[in-house]
């Protein structure tokens, strides 16, 4: 399959190396407005330079012969790209959020409508080997009826300060609410696992602790040159590496991750240097950011289950953590095992889910990436869809519960969730 790639971040970057893993797929083409990104994951792919292009503009206008695209710009850049896709009549693969406000998911979804576009969103919580579990354990009857669930979204302390304080998405008006940013993918995995639609929600949650009055005494604005530093978990140095051996980040491959994004393809030195002059090493008690720093959403589905998510920055960074409460017994998941409990024999049994290892670099959510690109690409050569289980109106239908969510939070009401437009 001949892939068309639209941004060379973080995410799409892993898609793309993901897509070439298959073998069954290369990518022809390769957008992406910064260089060093754009050549290094060129070289890395063997893109010829003819399919390289500094914006995805002018690689749809070349009219290469492709079998389907990935879309990963910013947040707010998704539309656009879209639009152009469809009209070619592109396989189209978003990343998630799909637009960033009401208005945009509207036009979306008429876009896709009046195009016929093939849209597949990058909710990877679907495609996870613990989840394909879950609901096989939940459809043979584990628990009986799923009466609530609640579901812990743990960001971690030193993950939000990168990306939600310092990062590209601290800014609701330069990215989305946290909420979107963060957790669509929760908002989407519970009613994939709920099986019923959402039909109200209410949330609280604010920005409490990364604001200037909670700096400690004697603060700087930067850490590289803060007498504060060594006492603050929120350090730079101490998060990225340089300097402080309790963070290194050689020993830690998620915090390594990270640091690739501050400098990418640098040393120590340079690494440091991005601390001292670019946004990461700015002081997280006085940096620009405005989006939330802890939320709780309350759901009530149609068929009356209810659910709760809380999403933290204050946490130690690990994986996601889920109780499941039925008529017949108990669900609890955490670090890859679903325990059942028997109400009527009162035994716990306990299914250890394997351990998804990376297998590219820049692969995340435990096998879930994969699993995702994996359906596409195959979906794309064979024409069997039965793998895909995250279309576009899977996808609007959580985002139409997060702006819900955002208007409860914020009017203190209890919420509709509205759909985008009235069904056909």
């Not at 797929?25 to 910064?34: D, I, S, Y």
């Not at 589905?301 to 998510?309: C, F, I, K, N, S």
């Not at 596409?376 to 279309?391: E, M, R």
Request: include cysteine; glycine fraction near 10%.
């Amino acid at each position: 399959m001949r892939l068309l790639v639209a941004g060379a971040g973080a995410r799409g970057s892993a898609y793309a190396r993901l897509a070439a893993a298959t073998g069954q797929a290369v990518v022809v083409g390769l957008a992406e407005p910064r260089r060093p990104l754009r050549e290094g994951l060129a070289a890395e792919l063997g893109v010829p330079a003819e399919g390289t292009f500094g914006d995805w503009q002018a690689m749809l206008a070349a009219g290469l012969p492709a079998d389907g695209v990935i879309i990963a710009t910013p947040d707010r850049e998704h539309m656009a790209p879209f639009a152009a896709a469809a009209a070619h009549g592109y396989p189209i693969l978003l990343e998630k959020p799909v637009a960033v406000d009401p208005a945009g998911c509207e036009e979306l979804e008429r876009v896709a409508r009046s195009s016929g576009a093939s849209a597949v969103v990058c909710h990877v919580l679907r495609y996870t080997r613990l989840t394909g579990l879950l609901r096989q354990l939940l459809s043979g009857n584990a628990v009986g009826r799923i009466i609530s669930v609640q579901h812990l979204e743990p960001v971690g302390f030193w993950h939000f300060a990168h990306s939600y304080v310092r990062g590209n998405w601290r800014r609701e008006d330069q990215s989305s609410p946290f909420l979107l940013a963060k957790c669509t993918h929760d908002v989407d995995w519970l009613s994939f696992i709920i099986g019923s639609r959402p039909a109200r929600v209410s949330s609280f949650g604010r920005l409490t602790h990364f604001r200037p009055g909670e700096a400690p005494e004697g603060a700087a604005a930067r850490c590289t040159d803060c007498p504060a530093e060594p006492r603050c978990p929120y350090s730079a140095p101490r998060i990225y590496g340089p300097g402080r051996p309790e963070g290194n980040a050689e020993a830690d491959p998620a915090r390594a991750y990270f640091a690739e994004v501050v400098d990418p393809g640098g040393d120590r030195e340079s690494l440091w240097q991005a601390l001292a002059t670019g946004p990461y090493g700015r002081c997280v008690y006085s940096s620009d950011n405005d989006v939330v720093d802890h939320q709780v959403v309350n759901i009530e589905y149609e068929d009356g289950t209810t659910a709760t998510l809380t999403a933290t920055a204050f946490t130690a960074a690990g994986p996601r953590r889920t109780r499941i409460f039925g008529s017949h017994g108990e669900i609890s998941i955490e670090a890859g095992t679903i325990s059942i409990y028997d109400f009527l024999t009162g035994t716990t049994a306990v299914h250890k889910v394997p351990r998804a290892e990376a297998s590219v670099k820049g692969e995340k959510h435990e096998g879930g990436d994969r699993g995702l690109v994996e359906a596409w690409v195959s979906a794309l050569g064979t024409g069997d869809w039965s793998g895909i289980v995250s279309g576009l109106e899977e996808s609007l239908v959580s985002h139409a519960v997060v702006f819900a969510a955002e208007e409860a939070r914020r009017s203190g009401a209890v919420v509709p969730v509205r759909p985008f437009s009235p069904p056909a």
